[in-house]
């Protein structure tokens, strides 16, 4: 193998594994250290940068750094990266003193943003610093979108929400709230100089051919539809016998808001085995915590209406059966059907796009799927005018996912503004890697590698929060369990770095590891390599650092999979061939001019 180009920004950002999983690639465990020093400003901050709603996603984040953690391989649970970020939101003094503060001089280019939810919101936070003029279309009366009409108050409070999005507002935008736009034309015929589509997926999916559907119209309802009406209080109660179908995060939404609406008996039925279900596994715990019933591999087959009122649903029952490739289908028992009982009917079975507005002649490209054709780097479409992110860009994803679009899209948007070529003259990540090293055997970090199993969130008493819908339940780490929480961070971000000029090849990192990840052997092919590791190296998503050819003719190999970041290996080595550097990567966003006034104290 050839050495390895630890240069190469993307390399060592591979190598912190929960911000190279986080869609908008947040400095995780730069973060979590503020925290642990109780600078609970800066690391707000620290997120802002990046996720921009750090109090929204330290409750409602789908978490997918979690699964990517390092301190999963150690023991059973990652660290709870997602609440950590709640900590700093939660303990946080005046932040806006940190944030760009407008006036800013225009730059004479106006941008029309559609939707005002997560992505649009992101592509507003970037672009206004830099003199643009914001105008920002939705049909609701608030800014926030699906986040505002699909997240429960119960998981997401609203001053929560209102606080995180008037940051945006409160940097100029020219809102137009309670505005449907009925046609892309007739925004392009507004002589803006781009248009950011945030429009979201908004219709979800029916099952307008099932038995009993139009007869039981008037208490069968769309989940998403539901939960804003309940957001909106257009709808304050429901039946006491409530089924909800589904088995994602809108159908767990779904089932607990229902309970506390007056439903008595509320189910989720779900086609799929539990274990397979699209919901997050802690959504699930939360709805079974609160006496909801999950019943699985159940498809429905009809909506059973008397006398023009809804009596409740059959259903078949079947198993999963799987063929050689690991396909699923789902086979009936040939049991007899079950029939539910229920007085009203939530239908969560996913969401879909819909884009009646978008005139089919006015240059936006759409796929035969309905979808616009939409480039995956740029965000751009097919008008050279016109940008997509967030749901509407590839279908329902997450709020983590709709801001790092808006923040790739912004980017494109102004190289286009200045004329520049927005695939091949987009800026490169900030990138910096210095020494962590403070004395002969002192690192500036935490490097003790513990047992500590991960702390749990605590809930507010569920007689209250079951009575009221706006009652928050998770009541977020307090500081002092915050502190112990963010101690479990093994600091992936600081690096093993690897000087051959200083080796002697005593072997002494090698006997220090605790997990074998280095080896000193003869080089070859990845894939000889590999078996000739001191430990096994099976993961191979993640790379081996190669060193040049040493005296021996031998090449060090370290599987970046099993390293803990502990130093172990640079404070046993007597010549300082191993060095402990912090590596900070941060994705460079449009809004770049004002980032680099940031100045975060440490």
């Given amino acids: 193998m050839k050495p390895t180009d630890i240069k190469d920004p993307e390399y060592f950002h591979k190598v912190v594994d929960c911000q190279f999983a986080c869609p908008a690639h947040t400095p995780v465990p730069e973060y979590i250290r503020l925290i642990a020093e109780q600078k609970y400003d800066e ?8 996720n921009v709603f750090p109090g929204v996603l330290g409750r409602t984040c789908d978490r997918p750094c979690e699964p990517a953690c390092r301190r999963g391989r150690v023991e059973k649970e990652p660290v709870a990266i997602c609440r950590l970020k709640r900590v700093a939101a939660d303990n946080k003094g005046d932040v806006k003193k940190f944030m760009p503060k407008g006036p800013f001089k225009p730059n004479g280019k106006k941008i029309a943003l559609l939707g005002a939810g997560p992505a649009s919101l992101a ?32 998981r ?21 709230f309670n505005h449907y736009v009925k046609s892309l034309k007739e925004i392009l015929a507004k002589d803006y100089d781009a248009v950011f589509v945030g429009t979201g997926a908004p219709r979800g999916r029916d099952l307008p051919d099932l038995k009993g559907r139009k007869e039981g119209a008037d208490n069968i309802h769309i989940g998403i539809n539901w939960l804003a009406s309940v957001a909106f209080e257009h709808v304050s109660k429901i ?7 589904g088995g994602g995060n809108t159908a767990m939404d779904c089932c607990r808001t229902a309970r506390r609406l007056g439903g008595e008996q509320v189910k989720v039925l779900v086609r799929s085995p539990f274990a397979e279900m699209k919901a997050s596994p802690w959504e699930k715990e939360d709805a079974q915590h609160e006496d909801i019933p999950i019943i699985d591999n159940h498809v429905p087959t009809s909506f059973v209406v008397e006398d023009g009122k809804l009596k409740g649903m059959t259903f078949e029952k079947v198993h999963a059966v799987y063929d050689d490739k690991g396909k699923r289908s789902l086979v009936p028992t040939g049991e007899p059907e079950v029939f539910v009982e229920a007085d009203d009917v939530l239908v969560a079975i996913g969401q ?35 940008f997509f992110g967030g749901d509407a860009a590839f279908g329902p994803k997450n709020v983590i996912t709709a801001v790092a679009h808006g923040h790739q899209a912004a980017v494109s948007m102004h190289l286009m503004c200045m004329g520049k070529d927005i695939m091949n003259e987009r800026p490169s990540p900030m990138v910096n890697l210095h020494s962590m090293k403070m004395g002969i055997h002192e690192w500036a970090y935490d490097s003790e590698v513990a047992a500590d199993v991960r702390y749990v969130v605590p809930q507010a008493d569920k007689k209250v ?44 990192c090698m006997d220090v590891c605790p997990t074998s990840c280095i080896t000193f052997t003869t080089n070859g092919e990845e894939d000889d390599l590999r078996t000739r590791l001191k ?25 970046e999979d099993m390293c803990l970041h502990c130093g172990l290996c640079a404070e046993r080595c007597p010549t300082s061939a191993w ?13 770049k001019i004002w980032q680099e006034d940031l100045v975060i104290v440490k």
Avoid at 156 to 162: A, M, T, Y
Avoid at 470 to 499: H, I, M, P, W, Y
Avoid at 539 to 557: C, H, I
């Fill in 43 to 50: 690391a707000y901050m620290i997120n802002w940068d990046s």
């Fill in 123 to 154: 592509v507003a936070r970037d672009l206004a610093p830099l003199g643009y003029e914001i105008h920002l279309y939705d049909e609701q009366k608030l800014g926030g979108g699906f986040m505002r009409s699909q997240i429960p108050a119960f």
């Fill in 156 to 176: 997401l409070p609203e001053s929560v929400l209102n606080e995180e999005v008037n940051y945006i507002l409160d940097l100029g935008i020219h809102t137009q």
């Fill in 239 to 245: 039946g006491k016998k409530v089924i909800v179908l």
């Fill in 352 to 386: 879909e796009n819909s884009f009646p507005w978008i005139e089919r002649d006015c240059g936006v490209e759409f796929d035969k799927w309905g979808m616009p054709v939409v480039n995956n780097i740029t965000f751009a479409s097919s008008h050279n005018k016109v």
């Fill in 465 to 508: 929060t079951l009575t009221n819908r706006k009652k928050e339940v998770e009541l977020g780490f307090d500081v002092s369990t915050g502190f112990k929480e963010a101690e479990r961070c093994l600091n992936c971000d600081v690096q093993t770095v690897f000087s051959e000029t200083k080796c002697i090849e005593c072997d002494a």
């Fill in 535 to 559: 430990a096994p190296s099976k993961n191979r998503t993640q790379d081996l650092y190669v060193s040049d050819v040493l005296p021996t003719k031998r090449v060090m190999v370290k599987d």
């Fill in 579 to 591: 060095d402990m550097q912090q590596f900070f990567y941060n994705v460079t966003k449009a809004g």
